[in-house]
């Protein structure tokens, strides 16, 4: 089987053998280095030309009818043009939401793949959520059945983002003078973290050190987070503490949402690489923070997924789940 996982930064392909839980083979792609997808798996298939019965790739944005335009990719993606280039029948090729792919990898996950950030247990076979900040936010949750568990992809980081306090009224009012709808991604993520240390860092009054300028100009958004895990820099620390709280709030917001008793899991690139931040309780108190039904969220465990290759075994257990009922 082949499984896909691709973002707005990376795109990353792999290959599974039926009822094996590791790949047999990995490979990562820069996304913007390529036309369109079709180019990125024929490079990944000269490397490794084993034959495929089945794909399955998640993609980062919405996916119809076997088609998705995504906001954070510079190309569509069509699951026929994928077929016809992998040379499988249609049937065997499926385009899904990134969230889904990893929402598909939760079950894969073992002990040593998590972080726990609260003490709860929570339900086992309740409703469980998905929110991960990466270039985006994505969001997804799998409720369970008669039938097995059932994913439901999201564009839940695209609704209103909704201010708590007078600080984030301010930055909301800040970003409507650029954005024409202010969603909690622009405040949750890698795209969004740029114009939050901006706001922060306009409201300082405090001139950006030189040695920051460079490092933004070589790494984006990354070096604002370093310099504000390693707290080099006030305005960074600060716009960091910012995305932390926003992405609790609207954590918690999913959990009430889809009344996600199993469960709040925090994907994406950005989480594992501020675990200690989001210790420190900034995100916990937001999360809980629901007035009337805060003791509902407080019975909810919150876990930071760690493997960064969630999506793609959640893609290939999709595959293999998919080629077995077309066999069955």
């Not at 790739?57 to 280039?85: Q, Y």
């Not at 969630?310 to 077309?326: C, E, N, V, W, Y």
Request: net charge negative; hydrophobic share 45%.
């Amino acid at each position: 089987m082949l499984a896909g996982d691709v973002g707005g930064t990376h795109a990353r392909l792999a290959l599974f053998r039926e009822g094996d839980r590791d790949p047999a083979a990995v490979e990562i792609y820069p996304s913007a280095e390529r036309g369109a997808l079709v180019e990125i798996l024929a490079v990944f298939r000269d490397s490794h030309p084993d034959p495929i019965v089945a794909a399955t790739i998640g993609i980062a944005g919405p996916v119809d009818d076997g088609r998705t335009e995504a906001v954070n990719l510079a190309w569509p993606v069509d699951a026929r043009e994928l077929a016809s280039g992998l040379e499988l029948d249609p049937a065997a090729v499926a385009l899904i939401n990134d969230l889904e792919a990893n929402a598909w990898g939760i079950a894969a996950l073992g002990d040593d793949d998590l972080v726990a950030l609260n003490g709860a247990s929570g339900d086992p076979g309740g409703t469980v959520a998905l929110i991960s900040a990466g270039t985006g936010l994505g969001e997804a949750f799998i409720t369970a059945g008669p039938d097995g568990q059932k994913v439901h992809p999201s564009e839940g980081g695209h609704v209103d983002f909704a201010p708590r306090n007078e600080l984030e009224s301010e930055l909301r009012a800040w970003l409507a003078r650029e954005h024409r709808h202010v969603s909690y991604e622009r405040v949750c993520s890698g795209t969004g973290m740029p114009d939050v240390y901006a706001f922060v860092r306009g409201r300082s009054g405090e001139p950006e050190p030189e040695w920051l300028g460079r490092e933004i100009a070589e790494h984006g958004a990354s070096a604002i987070t370093r310099a504000g895990l390693e707290r080099r820099d006030r305005a960074c620390s600060d716009a960091l503490d910012l995305l932390v709280s926003a992405y609790g709030a609207q954590a918690g917001n999913l959990a009430l949402t889809v009344l996600a008793r199993g469960g709040v899991y925090l994907g994406g690139g950005i989480a594992p690489n501020i675990v200690d931040r989001l210790r420190e309780g900034g995100f916990m108190q937001a999360f809980l923070d629901k007035g009337r039904v805060s003791e509902i969220v407080e019975d909810i465990p919150v876990r930071v997924i760690g493997n960064e290759l969630t999506a793609l075994l959640g893609a290939g257990r999709h595959a293999a789940s998919a080629s077995k009922a077309a066999s069955g």
